[in-house]
């Protein structure tokens, strides 16, 4: 049984003026969220600026919202790091703390060969009992879990589950959809190609879109499930100057500009991450307002 199906928010989180977590409004974003249909709560991942919080933040950020969210939905731990004893501690104590699941990204900067990913992932997965989610994101990482590698580390671990793809090579998610023949399910990682990935097989995404279009994007995943694929179609379409207007700087550099223009008041990002540039942000406004997310 899948974790989810639908649509998974990849969560902001919001920072006072002063930069510290406020907790305060991330609980209402989890409200807003669960209110308008998302499927699930992935916290503590790339968009909620998980490589500026410390650990102890990392950890109470993630024990926080398990508490927000109260089974409502699932809640999935981005507990992921390029050290595979970190990647352990932050795990155990997401498991201890209630979370459903844990999204594992490869390791970054000093990375690893597809013998040290098996490893990586067979450590961590021993160290728990959650399901966890491979999360392949070569762009960010400079690592690229191989297809033939992702179905190793599933079939040596029961409780590796599933991957979320932001590969941006349909050919290597068809070959790896083929290879695990059903014991990895399949998230989409890029909002731009959720439909492709449906018709392979896939379950859902798990969405920086979300965010400010929660339920247009569980909408689109959806209708796909349920087979009106005009409709899935649609809203994919409709949605692609808001998406790419949502990556034209780094993530989470536009969503949390665009949570702040539609009167959330997420608050700054921490540094190295900084404000978008002015012609850049006149196209985010453009492309929330023609969505009549922004007035």
């Given at each position: 049984?899948?974790?989810?199906?639908?649509?998974?928010?990849?969560?902001?989180?919001?920072?006072?003026?002063?930069?510290?977590?406020?907790?305060?409004?991330?609980?209402?974003?989890?409200?807003?969220?669960?209110?308008?249909?998302?499927?699930?709560?992935?916290?503590?991942?790339?968009?909620?600026?998980?490589?500026?919080?410390?650990?102890?933040?990392?950890?109470?950020?993630?024990?926080?919202?398990?508490?927000?969210?109260?089974?409502?939905?699932?809640?999935?731990?981005?507990?992921?790091?390029?050290?595979?004893?970190?990647?352990?501690?932050?795990?155990?104590?997401?498991?201890?703390?209630?979370?459903?699941?844990?999204?594992?990204?490869?390791?970054?900067?000093?990375k690893a060969s597809q013998k040290g990913l098996i490893e990586h992932?067979?450590?961590?997965?021993?160290?728990?009992?959650?399901?966890?989610?491979?999360?392949?994101?070569?762009?960010?990482?400079?690592?690229?879990?191989?297809?033939?590698?992702?179905?190793?580390?599933?079939?040596?671990?029961?409780?590796?589950?599933?991957?979320?793809?932001?590969?941006?090579?349909?050919?290597?998610?068809?070959?790896?959809?083929?290879?695990?023949?059903?014991?990895?399910?399949?998230?989409?990682?890029?909002?731009?190609?959720?439909?492709?990935?449906?018709?392979?097989?896939?379950?859902?995404?798990?969405?920086?879109?979300?965010?400010?279009?929660?339920?247009?994007?569980?909408?689109?995943?959806?209708?796909?499930?349920?087979?009106?694929?005009?409709?899935?179609?649609?809203?994919?379409?409709?949605?692609?100057?808001?998406?790419?207007?949502?990556?034209?700087?780094?993530?989470?550099?536009?969503?949390?500009?665009?949570?702040?223009?539609?009167?959330?008041?997420?608050?700054?990002?921490?540094?190295?991450?900084?404000?978008?540039?002015?012609?850049?942000?006149?196209?985010?406004?453009?492309?929330?307002?023609?969505?009549?997310?922004?007035?």
């Open positions: 049984m899948a974790i989810f199906e639908g649509a998974g928010v990849a969560i902001v989180t919001p920072f006072t003026e002063n930069g510290e977590v406020n907790y305060e409004k991330l609980g209402e974003l989890i409200d807003f969220q669960i209110e308008h249909k998302t499927d699930a709560i992935i916290i503590c991942g790339t968009t909620g600026e998980s490589a500026t919080l410390s650990m102890e933040e990392h950890k109470d950020v993630i024990r926080y919202c398990v508490k927000r969210v109260a089974g409502r939905v699932p809640v999935i731990a981005g507990t992921g790091s390029n050290c595979t004893a970190t990647a352990i501690e932050l795990s155990v104590e997401a498991e201890k703390d209630g979370a459903d699941a844990l999204l594992i990204v490869t390791p970054y900067y000093n992932y067979t450590m961590i997965a021993e160290s728990v009992k959650l399901p966890i989610i491979m999360y392949n994101v070569p762009s960010r990482t400079g690592c690229n879990i191989m297809p033939e590698t992702a179905v190793a580390i599933a079939k040596k671990n029961p409780n590796v589950v599933a991957i979320k793809d932001a590969v941006g090579n349909l050919s290597q998610t068809a070959m790896m959809a083929y290879l695990a023949d059903g014991c990895l399910d399949l998230y989409s990682g890029n909002d731009d190609e959720v439909l492709p990935l449906l018709s392979l097989g896939g379950k859902g995404v798990i969405s920086v879109l979300s965010n400010v279009a929660p339920e247009e994007t569980h909408d689109m995943v959806m209708s796909y499930l349920e087979g009106d694929l005009e409709k899935a179609r649609e809203l994919q379409l409709k949605m692609i100057p808001l998406i790419k207007a949502l990556f034209c700087e780094v993530n989470p550099i536009p969503v949390k500009t665009a949570l702040n223009l539609m009167g959330y008041e997420v608050g700054p990002l921490r540094r190295p991450l900084c404000e978008m540039l002015p012609e850049n942000q006149e196209k985010l406004e453009k492309a929330l307002r023609d969505l009549g997310l922004l007035k």
